[in-house]
């Protein structure tokens, strides 16, 4: 079992359309939770971190679930831009502070 | 800022020879990460270093692969020799410090093909 899972999608929406994806995670050490951006053929890109209390960034949200080991990302108001391949990550301070990620999550807005 | 530079961007090469891929970590950050990323496996970090000093190596696939920080500006992975499951892109990030408020922040990636 992968230590980071996410639903590979891809997921093909509408533009406004609201999207959520979501993450779990096996290692209940996991400290620190993160989404990463990649677009294609690119290098991936801080989107935003995960607190415990849930956080918004504009159209953007994450929340993470430690009791469920579950973390995920919502976005309102989809754009064209916004097609990417979308990595959850978590990091592990008991393996060092390396950033472990998922497999990645598909997203195309279509016009 | 020039952000992490990575050298070269693409790279095609035979099985059996050597590849040197090489970064250039933002100035000022002192954490250097090292990673490979295929279709069947994700992005799996290699090896990092910190102040020059490798600290995981855990997920250097085998001793083909070997990794070098001489200075706070450079580093190295080597591939010898290589084989044509290596074909991934490889992307070096660099980040201020290992705790969980650096950001990482990644190169272009060496999109390399062994064949």
């Known amino acids: 079992r992968k230590e980071v899972e996410q639903d590979p999608g891809p997921f093909n929406v509408p533009e406004g359309a609201t999207v959520a994806f979501n993450c779990t995670y096996s290692?209940?050490?996991?400290?620190?939770f993160f989404w990463y951006r990649q677009d294609c053929r690119k290098e991936p890109k801080l989107l935003m971190s995960v607190y415990s209390s849930g956080n918004e960034d504009g159209r953007f949200t994450a929340q993470l679930n430690r009791a469920s080991q579950y973390i995920s990302l919502l976005i309102r108001d989809s754009k064209l831009s916004d097609s990417a391949t979308y990595l959850c990550v978590v990091k592990n301070y008991n393996q060092g502070g390396k950033l472990i990620f998922g497999q990645g999550t598909e997203l195309s807005v279509k016009p | 800022d020039a952000g992490v530079i990575q050298s070269p961007r693409h790279e095609v090469t035979e099985m059996g020879q050597e590849v040197t891929l090489r970064c250039k970590p933002i100035s000022g950050h002192n954490s250097l990460f090292w990673y490979r990323q295929t279709m069947m496996r994700g992005l799996e970090l290699l090896i990092y270093?910190?102040?020059?000093?490798?600290?995981?190596d855990s997920g250097m696939p085998e001793d083909r692969f070997s990794a070098k920080m001489p200075n706070a500006s450079f580093s190295t992975l080597k591939i010898q020799p290589s084989e044509p499951r290596d074909s991934a892109v490889y992307f070096c990030?660099?980040?201020?410090?290992?705790?969980?408020?650096?950001?990482?922040?990644f190169g272009p990636g060496t999109r390399l093909t062994v064949t």
């Open positions: 290692n209940s050490a996991s400290q620190s």
């Open positions: 990030a660099s980040s201020s410090g290992p705790t969980d408020i650096n950001e990482q922040y």
């Open positions: 270093f910190n102040n020059n000093v490798p600290i995981d």
